[in-house]
Antibody
Framework: QVQLQQSGPGLVKPSQTLSLTCAIS??????????WNWIRQSPSRGLEWLGR?????????DYALSVKSRITVNPDTSKNQFSLQLNSVTPEDTAVYYC???????????WGQGTLVTVSS | QSVLTQPPSASGTPGQRVTISCSGS????????VDWYQQLPGMAPKLLIY???QRPSGVPDRFSGSKSGTSASLAISGLQSEDEADYYC???????????FGGGTKLTVL
């Protein structure tokens, strides 16, 4: 059974960096058939896919155009987890953030529990 | 404004069959598979339908998906009170090079 456990602060100041981690159990971040995603949800923007990392002979990333200049998704093979960094946050980045696994063509067959991140001074 | 278009609300009575539509374009639904998710209040979305109308283990066969051209539909038969939730469609978009979602449909069981 795959489980994704999210961790990270729930409050970030404007202009600072939002950092979250998703620890994986029951699968490997280095899997050749999975991808590891970050998605957020807010009342104003709905569900929004942010980006992903995956291994296909080498590490690859894809990022949403809306955040491409500010986002980094990195794998950590030593801890079997992956992370999200979103720079220069504003109150518009306030949302519930989820990590999720892509497998067998679906965006997210397993999801983390969600982390409410509020951007406020 | 979401890339995929869903009706904001739908409703039905217990036992009824309801459908939820999802409209896209040739760069997303027209070329790629569509996922459907159910979200209960305060919970993460749960995968209902993926690939060509596949259901993950544990999802009842009352839920089914279909696609035609640039539109997709989720059908729920034998509606139950526990089906009251928000439903979202999602697909990969070749032009945007990313996953896109519908705005969600709130299903009410009357």
């Amino acid at each position: 059974q795959v489980q994704l456990q999210q961790s990270g602060p729930g409050l970030v100041k404007p202009s600072q960096t939002l950092s979250l981690t998703c620890a994986i159990s029951g699968d490997s971040v280095s899997s050749n058939s999975a991808a590891w995603n970050w998605i957020r949800q807010s009342p104003s923007r709905g569900l929004e896919w942010l980006g992903r990392t995956y291994y296909r002979s080498k590490w690859k990333n894809d990022y949403a155009l809306s955040v491409k200049s500010r986002i980094t998704v990195n794998p950590d093979t030593s801890k079997n987890q992956f992370s999200l960094q979103l720079n220069s946050v504003t109150p518009e980045d306030t949302a519930v953030y989820y990590c999720a696994r892509t497998q067998d063509g679906s965006l997210g067959d397993y999801w983390g529990q969600g982390t409410l991140v509020t951007v406020s001074s | 404004q979401s890339v995929l278009t869903q009706p904001p609300s739908a409703s039905g009575t217990p036992g009824q069959r309801v459908t939820i539509s999802c409209s896209g374009s040739s760069s997303n639904i027209g070329r790629n598979i569509v996922d459907w998710y159910q979200q209960l209040p305060g919970m993460a979305p749960k995968l209902l339908i993926y690939s060509r109308n596949q259901r993950p283990s544990g999802v009842p066969d009352r839920f089914s998906g279909s696609k035609s051209g640039t539109s997709a539909s989720l059908a729920i038969s034998g509606l139950q009170s526990e089906d009251e939730a928000d439903y979202y469609c999602a697909a990969w978009d070749d032009s945007l090079k990313g996953h896109v979602f519908g705005g969600g449909t709130k299903l009410t069981v009357l």
